[in-house]
């Protein structure tokens, strides 16, 4: 039996094994795919070295916060994971480690499915870290013309230009208290408000509550509705969580290991349908 693996520092509440071993099972692929924590990057050196002694070994995914570390042990990287700098999925291709980065078209296609347009919007980014970094992405491949990015600690932000320079202006975080700045899109891609500390809200709609935005996106799919989004939508704004991008990131990394299999909508909307209820039970 091959093995795929998630691999990342806390997977307690991961749903990624039941969304690809659903996934494997539908094509009747001989694999499985489980979690696997590593609690620092000397685990994750001896998990590279077990991946390549290991012919049933068919890649992995990598989640916070080994997605830049990765980058060291990978013989091949995609164009994508060259201007991203952080990869989330690894093929083994004849003993070669090659990198990939789906979030950005995870996030992408879930942008896709809402109808939402970015070109010539006023786009609104929080946060710096990974997350940020495939949605920047996304966001320019999607014809995004100007993002404004704001993040707790300024510099990891200003880090960001190296991605994308021509797209990003960055705003000091304080920035987000003036009211005179008017937003069509907000983004959160921080962590602020995911399972357990579910009240936090990266985000004061207050301040521009005569200049509402009119789509809010959180990158947090635990919860489903966190306290950015609820109070999003008290206000009329439409929203979309993380979930969907989840989905369609294991989607295409399932497509790089296994070849172009054809993982039709109904499948999708099915994973997504049990996706939803397991969340819930963690709330
Ligand atoms: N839906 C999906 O498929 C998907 C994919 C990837 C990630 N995510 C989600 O996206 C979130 C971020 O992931 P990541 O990989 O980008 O993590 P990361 O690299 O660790 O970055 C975390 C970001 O959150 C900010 N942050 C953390 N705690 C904060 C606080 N108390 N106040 C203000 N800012 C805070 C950090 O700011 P500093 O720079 O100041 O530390 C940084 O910008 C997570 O909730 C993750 O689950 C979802």
Known sequence: MKKLFLIGKSLKHSISPFIHNRILSEFEIDAIYSNLELSDTEELKEFVEMVKKDKDVVGFNI???YKEDILKFCDEVSEDVRIIKAANTVKKEDGKLLAYNTDWIGFKKSLED????????KILVLGSGGAAKACIYGLYRMGAKEVFVANRTYEKAERLKEVLQDILKILPIEWLRRYEFKYDIIINTTSVGMFPNIENNPFDFEIYEQSPPVFVYDMIYNPLKTAFLKEA????????????MLVYQAVEAEKIWFGDIDIVSNLIAEILNQCERKVAQFE
């Open 63 to 65: 989640t916070i916060p």
């Open 114 to 121: 809402r109808g939402v347009d970015v070109k010539d919007k």
């Open 233 to 244: 939508e008290k206000r009329g704004i439409k929203t979309e969580n993380g979930l969907k």
